[in-house]
């Protein structure tokens, strides 16, 4: 069964510490990593796709790597506004050719000043 | 307006009520997706429609009825709701291309909260 785990479910971090999320799936036919942001009321903001194991992406303080099992979303430095849940999803093929997203649960990042 | 907007942010409803929440894109995609999102689970697709025609069912109770009359609007009709059907619903779209050989990013609205009491 296709299935995503992210780890830690939640993470306390003060401002400047640097850390990772996790995100592993078990997936048959993976065609890519999307990473996704959450702010408390409001629909996931996109981050970054990753396609292929080897790939890095790097936005502002958030870097994204992909290996043949799982992604990792390094923070580097972290500000109190990172402050957010981040979403993990898988893309796959489905029947009919077409993409389907299967998610992670979250893990929910505060800083603190 | 720009990007994908839903209507109404929130929405508190009755076992025996209907209601239809709406979603509108505005980035010339042609899917849109409905999600639910409960506490601490992830995202469950529940429709996908693509070119208006809807392509994916997934096991959805049918007191949710989902309507695309075009590529750039989208509607979830509810109906004698049950109180665990409170949740977070996301509308998203996306640019599908022929047999999918692009990994397109779907992009997500904001939601309605809804609850059912």
């Known amino acids: 069964e296709d299935q995503v785990t992210q780890s830690p479910e939640a993470l306390r971090l003060q401002e400047g510490e640097s850390s990772s999320l996790n995100c592993s799936y078990t997936v048959s036919g993976l065609r890519g990593l999307f990473w996704y942001r959450q702010d408390p009321g409001k629909g996931p903001e996109f981050l970054f796709t990753l396609y292929s194991a080897g790939e890095e992406k790097e936005k502002e303080r958030l870097k994204a790597t992909l290996t043949k099992k799982e992604s990792f979303l390094h923070i580097t430095a972290p500000k109190p506004e990172d402050s957010a849940t981040y979403l993990c999803a898988v893309q796959l093929l489905f029947s009919g050719g077409y993409n389907k997203l299967i998610f992670g649960a979250g893990t929910r990042l505060a800083v603190h000043p | ?117």
């Open chain 2, 1 to 117: 307006e720009t990007g994908v907007t839903q209507t109404p942010r929130h929405l508190v409803m009755g076992m025996t009520n209907k209601k239809s929440l709406k979603c509108e894109q505005h980035l010339g995609h042609n899917a849109m997706y409905w999600y639910k999102q409960s506490a601490k689970k992830p995202l469950e697709l529940m429709f996908v429609y693509s070119l208006e025609e809807r392509v994916e069912n997934n096991s959805v109770p049918s007191r949710f009825s989902p309507e695309c009359p075009n590529s750039s609007h989208l509607f979830l009709h509810l109906h004698t709701l049950q109180p665990e059907d409170s949740a977070l619903y996301l509308c998203a779209s996306s640019q599908e291309i022929g047999l999918a050989q692009y990994q397109e990013t779907q992009y997500f609205g904001p939601g309605t909260r809804l609850l059912v009491l």
